[in-house]
């Protein structure tokens, strides 16, 4: 009996790669994990009701409910992507060797790197499905409402007979609160720092014992990395007075290489406030998102790849 | 012509499992060296926890050995390329259960190489080889025990391999799910596919395999061809049908003439509980209601 003449050619690693990230992506979505967007519309829609206290003039009314939709939005994208990110990440490894699918995976001509590789792409796939879901909710919703508080804006400064040019220029602050290409640009820093944490949970998967002990440990680390960049300075301040600074540099250089400085991040925050994002901000977090990717995919396959089952 | 490589040859393997609380570690298989040439159907048999998992996991790259080394069909065990010609059936094997038998034929089928008409094509074959075509649209997590070690054993053919591993292959199966896996190793015998498996149902070995190994705590303590292995040297069976009893007393009557010839035991031989079992239960299929 001949081998099917497929197998003569032994597929790429790229096709290999997809096929398992489909498959992990087509799992957690029969896990009905998108269950999780109904609770999203229902925070879209609070936040069009959460009005907060007035403190500027009636020509800035409505604005703040734009920042509030921004804000929720924001926020519970940033909950969902990470939370999915990790516990997605912690789960499927840990169930693919409790349920020994993992050994019949790894009797096929499949190197552990591509199975690691697939399994990270598939959550990130998900995560980024995700997001695009509710990022498109998020910018239905504040399209709309943008209109609505232009319309407002213009017949209140018609009405008391502004100018064209600062008619004009409220117009353009409205705008900016609205969706713009820098919101699109917050929901993608979003994405990056769930690539980043899920590639984190992925190495901690490779050698914990459970899927609780993960999830923790990758929680604790994702919130530690907001402190992360206070804690160097800190303590770089403090080493600078006694000694040449190259112990100092070489922990903070350790430090920065293992736990991801997520401050970095808090550019979201300026998109909110309704600032531009220059691009070369997004390219940079980018890279930086893609150097821990890269780090954490290989740290987990020297791991992996001594593992016995 | 150059002599084909044996499809399993495993040289003296010893392999330690480090444990958390003592410092000796667990001699888990200790120097067993196995060799099965192609087209043949090879059982290792022994209690549990002899060694006989490691033994197949070592030989599929999922264990490192401590010391020895592992190959199917010339290639090292610890390459990835050695799995382009194995299919492995897990004891116990539990698929994904968001996938129907189909999907996880193809999964396997993609995860080989094979895509398109030639995966379609294969995967219709391998269900109606496994008796699973009318369940293959429905989730694995509503098969039952028998239907997911066909299942398994499907996903091992799939790229059509040349050896096949199964652990354990009808634990905890019916004896119907269980005579109908014998089936499916007869089958893959005859199309010349070598077979390595492990039991400690030995009246199954018996009945399937031509070559057996015994492992006890770790070590190899008999191995070689069944036939050799079982046959009693010294005795001879008649089994006669609607033989009368003049006749048994005549040839009784034969036996005690002779000098050296003892008859040991005559009477009616029985048949096995098991087939028994699939008589009757095949009778009442068979009954109109």
Redesign the interface.
Known sequence: ???????A???EHA??IA??AF?AF??LV??KVFYFLAFFALILIASNFFNLPQHEGPEAAGVDVLRAIKSWSLGAMTLFSVVLSIVSTALLLPKDVE???L?????????RLDYLAGKLLGVLLLVFVSLAMMDALMTGILHIRTNMVLADQMTFAEARGWPAEEMEALKTDILAQGPTASLQGAVLSVFLRATIIASLALLISTFSTSTLFTTIIAFLIYFIGHFQADARAAFLSQEAGMSDGILAKSVTLVVALVLPDFQLFNVIDAVIEGQVMPLVLLGKLTLIGLFYVVFYIIASWLIFA?K?? | MSVSPPAVEIRHLVKDFKTSFRRQPLRAVDDVSIRIMPGEVYGLIGPNGSGKSTTMKALLGLVAPTSGQCAIFGKDSLKVDSRNEVGFLPENPYFYKHLSGKETLEFYGKLCGIRGSTLKDRVTELLELVDLTDASHRRIGGYSKGMLQRIGLAQALIQRPRLVILDEPTAGVDPIGSREIRDLIFKLREQGITVFLCSHLLEQVQEVCDHVGIIFRGKMVKEGRLEDLIAIEDQTELILKDADPGLIAEIEALIARDAKAELIRSGKPRTTLERLFLRETKRQETQPK
Do not use: C, G, S
């Open positions: 009996m001949n081998p099917l003449p497929a197998i050619a032994i597929p096709a290999r096929v398992i498959h087509t799992q029969r896990m349920d020994r699918t050994y019949t995976i790894l009797a096929k001509p499949v190197p001594k016995e089952f």
